[in-house]
């Protein structure tokens, strides 16, 4: 099942902050937040751990509520470069599996 | 290191065609796999591989066959096109997808008339 993410779209101008979030029905042990801009693969931004460990960017800041099983990631003083579409992505553990959300729009505009 | 490539990078196909789309990684990644992209609808899951020889079903497994004889080369095998296999097709590869950076190739645009 995809994990829902919130909101589906967002528009800031630069230099404002922003939270996507992240909800899986299922027990995680991991989540995954990827970019995409148009007509581009997804980059990978940052994957958060069960226990505590983080990986990714530092420029990127994200939580991982274990009890509630959602992730929140932080874009603090957007640039133009911001904008895209944020994917989520999760997984069990043992998983092979990650699945991802259905997206989150970000605009940037000057 | 190219990383993920595919090919090709568009292909249109006819209501029951079948064709190949190829997927190569020179990371040494045990772990493959192979996603669509529909708009609205995210990156799905359609197959994925955890080594040479061993291959399973995600979500969207239907219409689909794949095949993993080397470490490097995990095929997309459409048997029988349709309309509603019209997307865009992403490979990506992982040392260990749960706890690891995917790396995706370029995508496949794939239309079937």
């Known amino acids: 099942q995809q994990p829902v993410q919130s909101p589906q779209a967002v528009i800031l101008r630069e230099g404002e902050d922003a939270v996507i979030n992240c909800s899986s029905s299922k027990a995680l042990y991991s989540v995954h937040w990827y970019r995409q801009k148009h007509g581009e693969a997804p980059v990978f931004l940052m994957i958060l751990l069960k226990g505590g460990e983080q990986k990714g960017h530092e420029k990127i800041s994200a939580s991982f509520n274990e009890k509630k099983q959602q992730s929140s990631l932080y874009l603090t003083a957007s640039q133009l470069s911001y904008s895209g579409t944020y994917f989520c992505?999760?997984?069990?553990?043992?998983?092979?599996?990650?699945?991802f959300g259905k997206g989150t729009k970000l605009s940037v505009i000057p | 290191n190219a990383g993920v490539t595919q090919t090709p990078k568009f292909q249109v196909l006819k209501t029951g065609q079948s064709m190949t789309l190829q997927c190569a990684q020179d990371?040494?990644?045990?772990?493959m796999s192979w996603y669509r992209q529909d708009p609205g609808m995210g990156l799905r899951l359609i197959h994925y591989?955890?080594?040479?020889?061993?291959?399973d079903q995600g979500e969207v497994p239907n219409g689909y066959n794949v095949s993993r004889s080397t470490t490097e080369d995990f095929p997309l095998r459409l048997l029988s096109a349709a309309p509603s296999q019209t997307s865009v097709y992403f490979c990506?590869?992982?040392?260990?997808?749960?706890?690891?950076?995917?790396?995706f190739g370029p995508g496949t645009r794939l239309t079937v008339l």
């Open positions: 992505g999760t997984a069990g553990a043992g998983s092979y599996q990650l699945t």
């Open positions: 990506a590869s992982s040392p260990r997808p749960e706890v690891s950076e995917q790396f």
């Open positions: 591989s955890v080594g040479a020889g061993i291959t």
């Open positions: 990371m040494n990644h045990e772990y």
